[in-house]
């Protein structure tokens, strides 16, 4: 198996009495009510899609190796993606042949070839084995056939329908040397030409001496051959076509979210029924399903609406006349969030209420943290000279007049409301309301870069950009990456809800869990725009969102995702997120 091979096909075409008629354009994405002119130039290969076998690299019995290319020139086409029957990987390499050649003609809205035939299978191997064009059978009305180089069916169909126009050096086909040749797109020709009843078809693949190839023959009124495999061994098998494996969805308690399912019809037409079951209530649809003419589709609409934080799950069956699929539906309610800026620019989430910023004030120093206050929903902006800015939220003093040795680099909350930590990049602490110091971190080398503060206001952590931890007060010790090789230093941490754990970020995304803090998946492996700055956890402990500096947002977990400023002309970076009330 492998990629589009470098040199294509040959084509043979023989009018017996006649051979094709002429063709309809369709009337668009997904109407398949024939097949569309000759191409004016091959199709594109480009990124961009996220259909169906979209990940090409993830190879498996309804996605093989090669159907993407396929489907994402369908697309270009405005034809639905190919759904393979679920027999698929158990058929013969010449009934597989013959399922994909229908599925291109009858997703057009063009009959099928009828079947297979022995005889018919054994002039396609000749051709096959000796790296030509078949012979032709002298029976029938009318006759085409085609050869191509590769024993991938599916690069081989994309050469064949899409790829089968001069395109100068890049040329696959070797009877279009120039644009006007005849044999230019002559193999599309032969899989969406019209045969006469009983229209029957040969297949082959071959791995002979002169290399792998992939040959087809086609007779129309062919009354000599029994066909041994027809396209009704197939219907038998054709799948709902069905966008995605699960649906996912977040919204605030009290909110909703649209998610969507988009099924089609490939192979035949199909009444679809779409039921929910589980959830409770939370997901709901209108509708009970829809009718499906081939080559078309239709979109259920997902709403989930729920009353109380958590993650609630469903499942969505799609049934078809060849059986039921399950989609599951996973929906998470979690508060909103707010990201700040190092301007005080504040940028408001999902559930998160906007109660004012510093974005339009001169400041001394930026803005490096932010905590929210949980009994009022308001917040406070720390700068890294120590001055605090209230929103919503009382204001117990600041830093901002104190002499520092070193600038401030974030702040913590206590649980009630009724004061707030800040820490100095030194290790310094200082405490405002109702927030008792416990002690400060004397570092050395690495800096402070955040505090996380216990549930019950006792204690907390500091973490330095090396990944050490101190804790101080109740706040327990459960590890820290200030023994382990860091690809990029620690940028902040986030405890758990019952004080049992800590989550650690670095600036690559990459997150470390100590204690009950469980891990959810990180951004270590993704190629980042802007280095992540933050993170903050949802209430129940079960997820957590990084930001990065560029107000892109990243969600893990049962944290929701509800929008993010990546894509806003920003005044000035990204330097921190919390959950929003």
Same mark, same amino acid.
């Given at each position: 198996?492998?990629?589009?091979?470098?040199?294509?096909?040959?084509?043979?075409?023989?009018?017996?009495?006649?051979?094709?008629?002429?063709?309809?354009?369709?009337?668009?994405?997904?109407?398949?009510?024939?097949?569309?002119?000759?191409?004016?130039?091959?199709?594109?290969?480009?990124?961009?899609?996220?259909?169906?076998?979209?990940?090409?690299?993830?190879?498996?019995?309804?996605?093989?190796?090669?159907?993407?290319?396929?489907?994402?020139?369908?697309?270009?086409?405005g034809?639905?993606?190919?759904?393979?029957?679920?027999?698929?990987?158990?058929?013969?390499?010449?009934?597989?042949?013959?399922?994909?050649?229908?599925?291109?003609?009858?997703?057009?809205?063009?009959?099928p070839?009828q079947?297979?035939?022995?005889?018919?299978?054994?002039d396609?191997?000749?051709?096959?084995?000796?790296?030509?064009?078949?012979?032709?059978?002298?029976?029938?009305?009318?006759?085409?056939?085609?050869?191509?180089?590769?024993?991938?069916?599916?690069?081989?169909?994309?050469?064949?329908?899409?790829?089968?126009?001069?395109?100068?050096?890049?040329?696959?086909?070797?009877?279009?040397?120039?644009?006007?040749?005849?044999?230019?797109?002559?193999?599309?020709?032969?899989?969406?030409?019209?045969?006469?009843?009983?229209?029957?078809?040969?297949?082959?693949?071959?791995?002979?001496?002169?290399?792998?190839?992939?040959?087809?023959?086609?007779?129309?009124g062919?009354?000599?051959?029994?066909?041994y495999?027809?396209?009704?061994?197939?219907?038998?098998?054709?799948?709902?076509?069905?966008?995605?494996?699960?649906?996912?969805?977040?919204?605030?308690?009290?909110?909703?979210?649209? $998610?969507?399912?988009?099924?089609?019809?490939?192979?035949?037409?199909?009444?679809?029924?779409?039921?929910?079951?589980?959830?409770?209530?939370?997901?709901?649809?209108?509708?009970?399903?829809?009718?499906?003419?081939? $080559?078309?589709?239709?979109?259920?609409?997902?709403?989930?609406?729920?009353?109380?934080?958590?993650?609630?799950?469903?499942?969505?069956?799609?049934s078809?006349?060849?059986?039921?699929?399950?989609?599951p539906?996973?929906?998470?309610?979690?508060?909103?969030?707010?990201?700040?800026?190092?301007?005080?620019?504040?940028?408001?989430?999902?559930?998160?209420?906007?109660?004012?910023?510093?974005?339009?004030?001169?400041?001394?120093?930026?803005?490096?943290?932010?905590a929210?206050?949980?009994?009022?929903?308001?917040?406070?902006?720390?700068?890294?000279?120590?001055?605090?800015?209230?929103f919503?939220?009382?204001?117990?003093?600041?830093?901002?007049?104190?002499?520092?040795?070193?600038?401030?680099?974030?702040?913590?909350?206590?649980?009630?409301?009724?004061?707030?930590?800040?820490?100095?990049?030194?290790?310094?602490?200082?405490?405002?309301?109702?927030?008792?110091?416990?002690? #400060?971190?004397?570092?050395?080398?690495?800096?402070?870069?955040?505090?996380?503060?216990?549930?019950?206001?006792?204690?907390?952590?500091?973490?330095?950009?090396?990944?050490?931890?101190? #804790?101080?007060?109740?706040?327990?010790?459960?590890?820290?990456?200030?023994?382990?090789?860091?690809?990029?230093?620690?940028?902040?941490?986030?405890?758990?809800?019952?004080?049992?754990?800590y989550?650690?970020?670095?600036?690559d995304?990459?997150?470390?869990?100590?204690?009950?803090?469980?891990?959810?998946?990180?951004?270590?492996?993704?190629?980042?725009?802007?280095?992540?700055?933050?993170?903050?956890?949802?209430?129940?402990?079960?997820?957590?969102?990084?930001?990065?500096?560029?107000?892109?947002?990243?969600?893990?977990?049962?944290?929701?995702?509800?929008?993010?400023?990546?894509?806003m002309?920003?005044?000035?970076?990204?330097?921190?997120?919390?959950?929003?009330?």
């Amino acid at each position: 198996m492998g990629g589009i091979p470098a040199r294509a096909v040959s084509v043979v075409v023989a009018v017996l009495t006649a051979l094709m008629a002429a063709v309809l354009a369709p009337t668009g994405a997904g109407a398949a009510v024939g097949p569309p002119p000759t191409p004016s130039a091959n199709y594109q290969i480009n990124g961009g899609y996220n259909g169906p076998c979209a990940d090409a690299s993830a190879v498996t019995p309804t996605c093989p190796a090669g159907l993407t290319s396929v489907d994402v020139s369908r697309a270009a086409e405005g034809i639905v993606p190919m759904s393979l029957p679920t027999d698929f990987s158990s058929l013969t390499g010449p009934e597989q042949v013959f399922v994909v050649t229908n599925l291109e003609r009858v997703d057009r809205g063009l009959p099928p070839v009828q079947g297979l035939s022995a005889a018919l299978d054994a002039d396609a191997q000749a051709g096959a084995a000796g790296n030509t064009d078949p012979v032709l059978p002298t029976d029938g009305t009318s006759a085409g056939a085609n050869w191509g180089e590769s024993q991938n069916l599916y690069s081989t169909d994309e050469l064949w329908m899409y790829q089968d126009g001069w395109s100068g050096g890049a040329t696959t086909n070797e009877a279009c040397p120039t644009p006007a040749a005849a044999g230019c797109w002559q193999h599309r020709d032969n899989i969406l030409g019209t045969y006469a009843g009983p229209s029957l078809m040969g297949a082959a693949e071959s791995t002979g001496p002169f290399g792998a190839s992939i040959a087809q023959v086609f007779v129309g009124g062919d009354t000599q051959d029994t066909p041994y495999f027809t396209w009704a061994d197939v219907v038998a098998f054709l799948p709902v076509g069905i966008t995605d494996a699960s649906v996912d969805v977040s919204s605030p308690p009290g909110g909703s979210q649209v $998610g969507s399912v988009q099924v089609w019809a490939s192979g035949e037409s199909m009444n679809v029924g779409l039921a929910i079951s589980g959830g409770s209530g939370v997901f709901s649809m209108n509708g009970a399903g829809c009718h499906i003419p081939v $080559g078309h589709s239709c979109q259920a609409a997902i709403n989930f609406s729920p009353p109380a934080l958590g993650e609630y799950t469903a499942d969505l069956s799609v049934s078809g006349p060849n059986g039921v699929q399950n989609v599951p539906l996973v929906g998470v309610a979690s508060p909103g969030y707010r990201l700040v800026g190092a301007d005080g620019g504040v940028f408001s989430f999902g559930g998160a209420n906007f109660l004012g910023s510093t974005g339009a004030i001169h400041l001394n120093r930026p803005i490096v943290g932010m905590a929210d206050d949980q009994r009022t929903g308001g917040y406070w902006l720390v700068a890294s000279d120590g001055g605090i800015f209230s929103f919503g939220a009382p204001f117990f003093g600041s830093a901002g007049g104190i002499r520092l040795v070193a600038p401030i680099v974030g702040m913590a909350a206590t649980p009630d409301g009724g004061g707030y930590w800040q820490v100095a990049s030194d290790g310094a602490v200082y405490a405002f309301g109702d927030a008792t110091s416990f002690g #400060s971190a004397n570092v050395n080398g690495a800096p402070v870069v955040g505090i996380a503060a216990t549930p019950d206001g006792g204690g907390y952590w500091l973490a330095t950009s090396a990944g050490a931890v101190y #804790s101080f007060g109740d706040a327990t010790f459960q590890g820290s990456a200030g023994g382990l090789p860091l690809n990029r230093p620690v940028v902040g941490i986030a405890a758990t809800p019952d004080g049992g754990g800590y989550w650690l970020v670095a600036s690559d995304g990459g997150v470390f869990n100590y204690g009950d803090a469980g891990f959810y998946g990180s951004a270590g492996s993704l190629s980042l725009n802007k280095p992540v700055v933050g993170i903050a956890s949802t209430p129940d402990g079960g997820g957590y969102w990084l930001v990065a500096s560029d107000g892109g947002v990243f969600n893990y977990g049962d944290a929701g995702f509800y929008g993010s400023a990546g894509a806003m002309p920003l005044n000035s970076p990204v330097v921190g997120v919390v959950i929003g009330q």
